[in-house]
C-alpha cells in the first residue's frame, strides 16, 4: 500500500475528489533496460504483499465513496481452488466471514453525534440465508503484482525472469466512506486498517467451516441434479426447520422440525427426507398450521442457503415459479385462453392490457412461466383471485355463460401436456380435492397424507371432475421494438433508477415489479435494471431476438463475472448486484407499458 499512501499524502488535505487515487499514475523503470526512459501508466491497483486492492470511483456523486476490490490468492487463504459446485457457496461463505471484521472496524468509527460522511465508513453487502451469485464476493483470475516499489510513484519492473501467470483470487468488494476533509483519518482507513482486516481475516479463517460448506454444497448439487432426473420436483430433508422468527428470515428457535410422512420418506445423497413428486400437489390445513410456512419453503428453495438457515436442504425444481393474483399489471401479447375463452373486445389468444384484473393477471403469470420455461408452479389460495381459482358446481349451475376457466378445470391437463407440475396451499375450497395427485393436511406443523381421505370425501359427496375441452398452450413469440431503450423520448442522456418501493424506472418507462414473487434481495432488483439497460443498448436489430439475447447475456456473465452490468453513470443505482434468475427478467420486459412488441416469424 506504499503507492497509495504516497499517493493521499501528495493530496491537498480537503480535497473531496480523490482524483490521483483513481487514477493511479505511476512511473515505470526497467532496471534491465537503464537507457530507457520510465514511462507513465495508470493502474488503481494497490498491492499489500500479493494482495491486490482496486480502487474505482462508485460515482460522481460519491468521489469520497470509492469501491474497493480486494484480490486474495487462493494459496494466501490455504485452500485450493474450489470445485465449480462449490464456487459461489465459498465466495458467500468468505464473504459473511470478511463482514465481521468490516464490522469490527465500524465499530471503532463510530460516533452517534457525527454522520459516515464525518466519520468514515465500510459498506459491505450483508446477505440473508440464501446464496447467490454476487459481484461482492466472487473467484476469479487475477494478475500478480510483476513490480517493486521504489520512491514515491516510481516503480520497478521485476527482472528475475520468472513467470507469473494469472492466479486464482478470492475477490471481495466493499465500499469506504472516507471521513470528509479529514485526509489522515483516510490514509489510516485505506492504508493500515483494512489491510490490517483482510490480514486477520486471512489468518482467521477457519479450515475446518470451509469443509463444510464445500461438502454442504456438493451435497445441495447432488440433490438439484437428482430432481432433475427424477420423479420430483422437490425435496424437504428430515429435520429442516421451515419456520422463521418473527420479523426476520432466521429460523424460530423452538420450532418443530419437519418430518417427512413415510410413505414419501426418500433418501438421496445420504439425506433421507421427504420427495414431493411432479403433477398436481395440494396442502391444506387449518390456519396457522404451517401450511403456508411450507410452501414458503418450498419457494426458498430455488436458491441454496447457508448451513444453519434451517432450510438448507429444503431443494426445489430451480424453474418454479411463485404465482400469485397482480392486480393492475401490464401484460404484453399473451395467450391466455386457456383461462380466459372471451374477452369483451378482445381476443385472449393476444392479449395485452395496462391493468389487468386479478384472474387475467394471474392466467398472465402462469402462462408467463410456462412459455419461460418453469415446469413447477407454487400458488397460496390466499394470494390468488377467488374466481380465477375455482368455480363451484352450484356457481356453474347458476351462471352459464362465464369467460373463466378455473384453474381447477386447467391443473391436470398444464402437467399432462405441458409437463408443468402445481403445488397448491388451499384451506377453504375442497373442489381441488378432486383434481389432486396427492393431498396431504398440515397439523401443529405436522404434515400428514391425507390422499385417500380426500379421495373417500370426494366419491362420497359424488365429485366427479369432467375436463373441458383441451386447450392451446403455445405462445407466438414476440420481442420488444419500439420504445424499447434507456433514453427518456427527446433526451440525450440514459435514465435508469431503482425505486426501494417496488419500481424500476428505465427510458420513459416506470415498471411495477413488486409482483416477481421470487426476487429475494434488493440487489436483485438493481441487476434486473442493468440487465434490463443492457438488452436496451445492445439491441441493434429491429425486431431482437429476446430469448437468445438473454441466453447471450447469461452465458456472457458467467464468463466475466457479473460485475461487467454495472455503470457509474447510474448515481441512484447501489453498488451491489445479485443476479436473478430468466424468469424474472422475462417477465420484467412483459411488465413495459411504453414498449412496442412484434411478432417474431418462426
Keep these: ?3 497509495l499512501k504516497n499517493k493521499l499524502l501528495a493530496m491537498e488535505p480537503n480535497t473531496v475528489t480523490y482524483k490521483e487515487m483513481y487514477e493511479g499514475g ?37 468521489q469520497d465513496k ?26 458467500d461463505f468468505c464473504l459473511r466471514v470478511f463482514g465481521n471484521y468490516m464490522e469490527e472496524l465500524n465499530q471503532a468509527l463510530y460516533n452517534r453525534g457525527r454522520p459516515d460522511e464525518e466519520n468514515g465508513r465500510y459498506e459491505l453487502c450483508r446477505p440473508g440465508g440464501e446464496i447467490l451469485q454476487r459481484n461482492a464476493a466472487y473467484f476469479a483470475e487475477c494478475i500478480p ?33 472516507l471521513p470528509r476533509r479529514k485526509l489522515r483519518k483516510a490514509i489510516q482507513m485505506l492504508c493500515r486498517d483494512l489491510p490490517d482486516a483482510v490480514d486477520r481475516f486471512i489468518v482467521g479463517l477457519d479450515r475446518s467451516e470451509i469443509s463444510e460448506v464445500i461438502v454442504l454444497a456438493k451435497q445441495q448439487h447432488a440433490i438439484r441434479t437428482w430432481l432433475s432426473t427424477s420423479e420430483f420436483c422437490a425435496f424437504i430433508a428430515n429435520g429442516s426447520i421451515l419456520p422463521r422468527s ?38 391444506t390445513g387449518g390456519g396457522y398450521s404451517g401450511k403456508s410456512t411450507l410452501l414458503d419453503a418450498i419457494a426458498a428453495g430455488i436458491y441454496d442457503h447457508v448451513l444453519g438457515d434451517g432450510r438448507e436442504l429444503c431443494i426445489t425444481d430451480g424453474t418454479a415459479v411463485t404465482i ?88 391436470n391437463e398444464l402437467y399432462r401436456e405441458r409437463g408443468v407440475s402445481t403445488i397448491l396451499v388451499i384451506g377453504g375450497s375442497g373442489e381441488y380435492l378432486s383434481v389432486a395427485d396427492r393431498v396431504y393436511m398440515m397439523e401443529d406443523y405436522l404434515i400428514g397424507d391425507v390422499t385417500e381421505r380426500s379421495r373417500s370425501i370426494c366419491y362420497a359427496n359424488g365429485v366427479v371432475f369432467e375436463p373441458p375441452m383441451e386447450a392451446q ?125 412484434e411478432y417474431i416469424k418462426e
Design 1 to 3: 500500500m506504499k503507492r
Design 26 to 62: 505511476m512511473l515505470v523503470a526497467d532496471p534491465s533496460h537503464p537507457t530507457i526512459e520510465p514511462w507513465a501508466e495508470y493502474d488503481p491497483t494497490y498491492y499489500y504483499g500479493e494482495i491486490g486492492f482496486h480502487i474505482s470511483c462508485t460515482h460522481k456523486l460519491a
Design 66 to 91: 470509492p469501491t474497493v476490490t480486494i484480490s486474495i490468492p487462493c494459496k494466501d487463504l490455504g485452500i485450493e481452488p474450489p470445485p465449480p459446485e462449490a464456487e459461489c457457496a465459498l465466495a
Design 145 to 177: 503484482k510483476d513490480y517493486e516499489n521504489g520512491s514515491g510513484s516510481t516503480v520497478y519492473i521485476l527482472t528475475d525472469r520468472r513467470n507469473r501467470p494469472p492466479q486464482r483470487c478470492l475477490c471481495l468488494r466493499l465500499q469506504v466512506q
Design 246 to 283: 418473527k420479523g426476520s428470515d432466521l429460523p424460530m428457535r423452538g420450532a418443530v422440525p419437519f418430518l417427512s410422512t413415510p410413505k414419501d420418506e426418500v433418501e438421496v445423497c445420504g439425506v433421507r427426507g421427504m420427495g414431493i413428486r411432479k403433477g398436481v400437489t395440494v396442502i
Design 324 to 411: 400469485a393474483a397482480e392486480d393492475g399489471r401490464s401484460v404484453r401479447h399473451l395467450n391466455i385462453s386457456p383461462f380466459i375463452q372471451w374477452l369483451p373486445n378482445d381476443d385472449p389468444r393476444d392479449f395485452s392490457t395496462d391493468h389487468a384484473s386479478g384472474s387475467t393477471s394471474q392466467a398472465a403469470n402462469i402462462m408467463e412461466a410456462v412459455h419461460s420455461g418453469s415446469t413447477l408452479l407454487l400458488i397460496d389460495e390466499d394470494r390468488s383471485a377467488t374466481n380465477f381459482m375455482i368455480r363451484d358446481r352450484m356457481m356453474k349451475s347458476l351462471i352459464r355463460r362465464e369467460p373463466i376457466m378455473p384453474f381447477t378445470d386447467r391443473v
Design 473 to 597: 398452450w403455445s405462445q407466438r413469440r414476440v420481442s420488444p421494438h419500439e420504445g424499447f431503450t434507456s433514453y427518456p423520448a427527446g433526451s440525450g442522456s440514459e435514465r435508469l433508477e431503482v425505486w426501494d418501493m417496488g419500481m424500476i424506472v428505465i427510458g420513459n418507462e416506470r415498471i411495477d415489479v413488486r409482483g416477481l414473487q421470487d426476487v429475494v434481495t434488493p440487489r436483485q432488483w438493481n441487476a434486473l435494471g442493468f440487465m434490463l439497460r443492457y438488452l436496451t443498448i445492445s439491441n441493434r436489430d429491429r425486431v431482437i431476438d429476446l430469448e437468445a439475447r438473454i441466453d447471450e447475456l447469461y452465458a456472457r456473465i458467467e464468463r466475466e463475472g457479473l460485475d461487467l452490468l454495472y455503470s457509474s453513470y447510474f448515481t441512484t443505482c447501489e453498488r451491489f448486484l445479485d443476479l436473478p434468475r430468466k424468469q424474472e427478467l422475462l417477465s420484467l420486459i412483459r411488465r413495459m407499458r411504453k414498449v412496442r412488441f
